[in-house]
């Protein structure tokens, strides 16, 4: 009895987090092209890898040089018993080079390894002037997970192999993912607070355009759109209230190929907006979120606007009742594979 309950949960709860698949298939019948698609992700990877590392020596060379004190984070403390300036050279050319060598031999753990170490070191190094810098991070915690990729790179992979690489990627995705839910919760908790004590917050009408305000005061900046949303506060409410509801739910889209293009996408318009509004530049998020979710493994090759819809985290189940589903998005009768039927849904 309360394995059975157990049992319909766990059911509920997967059907919940993967919403409806748009374009039902066999188990495993897009292994082989979700794999070619994780081996290329990964090979991008290094050689933007390379990319930031390579841009990285000139720009840690020139704060070495212009430092005149250092408050070395615990990864890379023992460099206050050498002479800092040359170390840091050697620590951020090794970096660059150790990119290289994964880019090349991407299937070879000992590279991924070393790459991700040596990117711990210099990510440690630009944060070591009293202040956090987040440039770096996600890119540091996506180096990490690769490195439990399957070791060795086979002609003809297994489909031990195949799987395991797809699940580390996914993993990866998640973790993403996770750090703007987590932004997202951060949001909307200060948010509720604010609601609660009658003050201007994240879902007053005039929250961001305070925030703005604030930040140009602080700064000194002006910002390119700043004033135009400070100015239509209508126009920006729903905007940021929408980009609350893109953050908060973000870990649901790991478990839903179908709108990983889609968020990929809508992440990308949050950071070219902090650049318009604030001027935060994270060129990295914009190479990762590319890589992994517009790019994604196990991005569909079809959509439908209402395979999308109703797989949206916390409308989708409503949507679900109110759209019928159509007879191209039926569950398959025949041994597993879809029919290929006319739908008249709008493809996008």
């Not at 250092?70 to 300036?85: K, N, T």
């Not at 919760?185 to 948010?191: N, Q």
């Not at 953050?247 to 902090?274: E, K, M």
């Not at 395979?307 to 679900?320: E, K």
């Amino acid at each position: 009895m309360i394995g059975a309950r157990l049992h319909r949960l766990t059911r509920g709860l997967r059907r919940d987090m993967a919403g409806e698949s748009p374009t039902p298939a066999a188990p495993f019948a897009r292994l082989n092209e979700s794999f070619s698609r994780a081996r290329i992700l990964v090979k991008v990877f290094y050689l933007c890898s390379a990319y930031i590392s390579y841009l990285a020596l000139d720009e840690l060379h020139r704060v070495a040089l212009q430092a005149e004190a250092w408050d070395f984070l615990w990864p890379v403390q023992w460099l206050a018993r050498l002479q800092v300036r040359p170390a840091v050279d050697c620590l951020a050319l090794a970096c660059f080079l150790f990119g290289l060598l994964a880019f090349q031999f991407e299937g070879r753990r000992l590279f991924r390894a070393l790459f991700a170490a040596s990117f711990l070191l210099v990510a440690a190094i630009v944060n070591s002037f009293g202040g956090t810098n987040h440039l770096y991070h996600a890119w540091l915690w996506i180096a990490i997970g690769l490195i439990f990729l399957p070791q060795g790179s086979a002609r003809q992979p297994s489909r031990l192999h195949k799987m395991s690489c797809l699940t580390t990627i996914a993993a990866c995705q998640a973790l993403l993912l996770s750090f703007y839910s987590l932004a997202g919760l951060w949001k909307t908790l200060s948010g509720l607070a604010a609601l609660a004590s009658g003050h201007v917050g994240n879902f007053s009408p005039g929250g961001l355009s305070a925030t703005l305000a604030d930040r140009m005061l602080q700064t000194g900046t002006s910002p390119l759109l700043a004033n135009f949303v400070i100015d239509h506060v209508w126009l920006a409410w729903p905007m940021f209230v929408s980009l609350i509801y893109v953050q908060l739910f973000a870990i649901f889209v790991a478990f839903r190929p179908q709108l990983h293009v889609l968020w990929g996408y809508a992440l990308i318009s949050f950071h070219l907006g902090t650049w318009l509004l604030m001027e935060i530049v994270f060129p990295q998020h914009i190479l990762f979120l590319a890589l992994f979710f517009v790019l994604s493994p196990f991005r569909p090759d079809r959509w439908t606007l209402r395979g999308i819809l109703v797989s949206l985290p916390a409308f989708g189940p409503l949507l679900r009742r109110l759209l019928p589903m159509t007879a191209a998005a039926a569950p398959c009768q025949n041994g597993g594979r879809p029919r290929i039927r006319a739908s008249s849904d709008p493809a996008i």
